[in-house]
């Protein structure tokens, strides 16, 4: 039976060192500040041409800053495909840019012209997104047909096996 | 693969035909994270929500992971009493805690200190916790806490598809915390520059990476250079294109039907050893024989990670259908939901970035269904997946089937999409040109998916062959099928299956008018996009230039089985008299002629209108001249 990544984290699993437990909750932290802060910027500092509310959900987002935050600086491989739940995208964004995959300008410019999405995007935040989501429940089930596709592939070995966890 | 879900998006039913799906064809590699917040954007979800969805998600297959409680919690509950707290926080309502949460230590104390003041371990707990401990006690939920959120992940240790039910309080950290207004609410700004405080975050260092941190920026750097996301690896693979034929075969025959033109087409295909058929792959909701995809899945067989006799073969039950299921299958059956569809569709689109193997995928449907999965096709070409849609049956000419099964409106639909080419030709030969054009498209760099909306209305085939000229015409989406002599004062451009009525039209009205025209019109939404772009940069539109050969101002009557509106536009390209025929009431059962004359598209009324189009152009010439 296929076997990839998810089935070799288990094994190596001991406890987690305090020294990366550590390192881990203070970035933590700060995905939950910059998420919050990207949307208060957004909102309350930058120019407002339009009387429009420019919106962000700061309370959607701080309930997965410890699962992603978990997931792209720890669980996560470079082989595995995310969507992510639409309102967690400024949680997406602030750990793009920990991450050095996305620009201080385009975290100012949240939900504005040409800065990063107010739902992550394919087209247009560019590589770190795998699949868009936005609207509700398509993301998800997204996953599971790419799933399938890339049995599709791997079965009539169309596609390398992925490689293994980073060293 | 991996969601992160919010939990109310287990209310959107696309989840539920997803996970049957899943269940069919033995999903593996899969996990759903699901943040349980408890609270949807109007109101909090309903408590007994949640013991439904983890036994579902258990009957389909999967492993459910609670992650409940943190660490905190787990060592109070482990105290003498410890587990009163515990049934105390069980039974809670989902309303309750959430304004506990918003209310903060001095509300649980409260509560706590009126409930369960009678066991010495509980004000035990309650002693020891000040205000803020008990608070940060009390919202130690698991998913909440790092080392239990990284304990259930690496616990993981093989493929099975796993749920991750998260529980989590939204807003954790934020001062509006579990408050049942707050999903698209914003924190004022005595709530930031408190929330600025607590994070140590000085004036004009908000984006500073490590600011207000207990740990050094360089320790911080350190490890972020060793997470195996970090660094510039692309995720997105390079795939090369797949060599198309220069030609498919056109199906032969004086009477067919662009449905079975494309069904024989796809099957000569199946039948060549022709290294692109390898990697076409079909998919269906359902409705495979129906839409014709029959020949192909014969010779190609279903997928299934397993090999599946064909039961009614081995019983020598006679069948057209041979359905032996094997690995090497190239058609993925779907149980009869659209969304399924779009998403399969989306994903097979985008193998090449994703998994750097390019695909062809197509995906049959009937016509009026496309709106039943519209929001799903309009994702997989928001995020530029690239695939083919067969639409067919279509129109009110699948006639006994009825006004529930007409579609109307799916052409203006092909007209608005952007990401996707919509075509509707008439003829096999037309057919075989799209179609080897659109596995081209699909694979170029700022191609985009194509829709074809096929008919079941056998019709008489042109005896001619296809130049690169006429080639050129219908890929870009008209020509003229009759030309239209000099100073022509009409002409008729029809589209798709009333060809038929459009000829005897155009027989009729040339014993009157011989100089008149009869265009044929292969895409409304190639000519319409042609039309804007070219309008944007000074220049002559395709439509414009077909046009050109009719007088000024001469008359022009469209026709097709869909919405008037697909077409009615091309009155404006040139100032033509237009007289725009289609459907714009729900239909109903019959046959051709009956219908075709009750909803205004037969020959009579073509040619009705070209009396109105011609008598308007007149009008027109004689108000200028006097």
Redesign the interface.
Same mark, same amino acid.
């Given at each position: 039976?296929?076997?990839?990544?998810?089935?070799?984290?288990?094994?190596?699993?001991q406890a987690?060192p305090a020294d990366?437990?550590?390192?881990?909750?203070?970035?933590? $932290?700060?995905v939950?500040?910059?998420s919050?802060?990207m949307?208060?910027?957004a909102?309350?500092i930058r120019a407002n041409r339009d009387g429009l509310k420019v919106?962000?959900?700061?309370?959607?987002s701080?309930?997965?800053?410890?699962?992603?935050?978990?997931?792209?600086?720890?669980?996560?491989?470079?082989q595995? $495909?995310?969507?992510?739940?639409p309102?967690?995208s400024p949680v997406f964004h602030a750990i793009q840019?920990?991450?050095?995959h996305q620009t $201080?300008d385009k975290?100012?410019r949240f939900r504005g012209f040409g800065g990063t999405q107010s739902y992550p995007?394919?087209?247009k935040d560019g590589?770190?997104v795998?699949?868009?989501t936005?609207?509700?429940?398509?993301?998800?089930?997204?996953?599971?047909?790419?799933?399938?596709?890339?049995?599709?592939?791997r079965?009539?070995r169309?596609? $390398?096996r992925m490689t293994r966890?980073?060293a | 693969m991996i969601a992160l879900a919010g939990d109310a998006e287990l209310d959107e039913g696309n989840i539920f035909e997803a996970l049957l799906e899943g269940w069919k064809h033995d999903v593996r590699n899969l996990w759903w994270v699901i943040d349980y917040n408890r609270q949807s954007l109007d109101a909090v979800v309903s408590d007994r929500l949640f013991g439904r969805i983890d036994a579902m998600f258990e009957m389909m297959g999967w492993r459910v992971v609670t992650l409940k409680y943190g660490r905190l919690l787990e060592a109070a509950f482990a105290r003498p009493d410890g587990h009163h707290l515990r049934e105390w926080i069980d039974a809670c309502p989902n309303s309750l805690y959430s304004a506990l949460v918003y209310k903060g230590g001095e509300g649980w104390r409260e509560h706590l200190h009126r409930d369960l003041n009678r066991y010495p371990g509980i004000r035990a707990i309650l002693e020891d916790h000040d205000d803020t401990a008990l608070q940060r006690l009390m919202t130690n939920l698991a998913g909440h806490d790092m080392d239990s959120v990284l304990t259930a992940f690496h616990a993981v240790e093989d493929d099975r598809p796993t749920c991750f039910i998260a529980y989590t309080i939204k807003g954790y950290g934020l001062p509006f915390a579990g408050h049942k207004d707050n999903h698209a609410g914003l924190m004022n700004l005595d709530q930031m520059a408190a929330f600025r405080r607590t994070m140590d975050v000085a004036e004009g260092a908000e984006l500073e990476p490590f600011a207000g941190l207990d740990l050094p920026g360089g320790r911080l750097a350190e490890f972020l250079k060793g997470v195996p996301l970090a660094g510039s690896r692309p995720r997105r693979h390079d795939a090369a294109a797949v060599a198309v034929p220069s030609s498919l075969p056109v199906p032969r025959g004086t009477r067919l039907a662009t449905q079975e033109a494309f069904g024989r087409i796809l099957g000569d295909i199946a039948a060549s050893d022709a290294a692109f058929a390898g990697r076409i792959v079909t998919t269906s909701p359902d409705v495979t024989v129906s839409t014709n995809l029959g020949p192909w899945v014969n010779r190609r067989g279903i997928f299934d990670r397993a090999e599946r006799a064909d039961t009614f073969r081995e019983e020598h039950v006679v069948s057209a259908q041979r359905w032996a299921m094997a690995p090497q299958g190239q058609h993925i059956e779907l149980g009869i939901a659209e969304s399924n569809l779009f998403l399969q569709l989306a994903a097979l689109g985008l193998a090449a970035p994703l998994f750097g193997t390019r695909l062809l995928p197509i995906g049959t449907l009937y016509d009026p269904f496309i709106k039943r999965g519209q929001d799903a096709l309009n994702y997989a070409c928001y995020q530029d997946a690239r695939f083919i849609l067969v639409a067919t049956p279509s129109g009110i000419t699948l006639a006994p089937e009825g006004g529930a099964h007409q579609s109307i409106g799916e052409p203006l639909t092909g007209l608005a999409q952007p990401g996707l080419a919509s075509f509707e030709p008439a003829y096999a030969d037309e057919l075989a040109v799209l179609l080897r054009w659109a596995f081209e498209e699909i694979q170029r760099e700022d191609g985009q998916s194509v829709y074809f909306r096929l008919s079941t209305r056998p019709i008489e085939q042109p005896r001619r062959t296809i130049d690169p000229d006429l080639a050129g015409a219908i890929v870009v989406g008209g020509y003229w099928l009759r030309e239209p002599g000099p100073g022509a004062e009409l002409a008729i451009a029809y589209c798709g299956a009333v060809a038929p009525e459009a000829l005897a039209a155009y027989a009729a009205v040339a014993e009157d008018i011989p100089q008149a025209g009869l265009l044929a019109i292969t895409s409304p939404d190639r000519l319409h996009r042609d039309w804007r772009a070219a309008q944007a940069c000074g220049e002559i539109s395709v439509a414009g230039r077909l046009l050109m050969r009719l007088q000024p101002g001469a008359g022009l009557v469209t026709v097709g089985d869909f919405h008037p509106a697909t077409l009615s536009w091309l009155g404006a390209v040139a100032g033509n008299a237009i007289v725009p025929l289609g459907v714009d009431r729900f239909g109903q059962s019959g046959d051709i002629p009956d219908l075709y004359r009750a909803y205004g598209i037969d020959t009579d009324a073509i040619l009705d209108a070209a009396a109105r189009a011609c008598l308007t152009a007149l009008r027109r010439t004689a108000d200028f001249l006097l």
């Open positions: 039976m296929l076997r990839t990544l998810e089935s070799c984290r288990g094994r190596e699993h987690e990366k437990l550590a390192c881990l909750s203070a970035l933590e $932290r700060k939950l500040w910059l919050t802060w949307i208060h910027n909102n309350h919106g962000g959900h700061q309370a959607s701080a309930s997965v800053a410890t699962l992603m935050t978990a997931l792209y600086f720890d669980v996560l491989r470079p595995d $495909r995310v969507a992510v739940k309102h967690a840019y920990l991450l050095g $201080r975290l100012e995007s394919r087209t590589e770190t795998d699949f868009s936005g609207s509700v429940g398509l993301g998800v089930g997204m996953t599971l047909f790419a799933s399938l596709a890339q049995d599709y592939l079965l009539k169309l596609v $390398r966890r980073a | -």
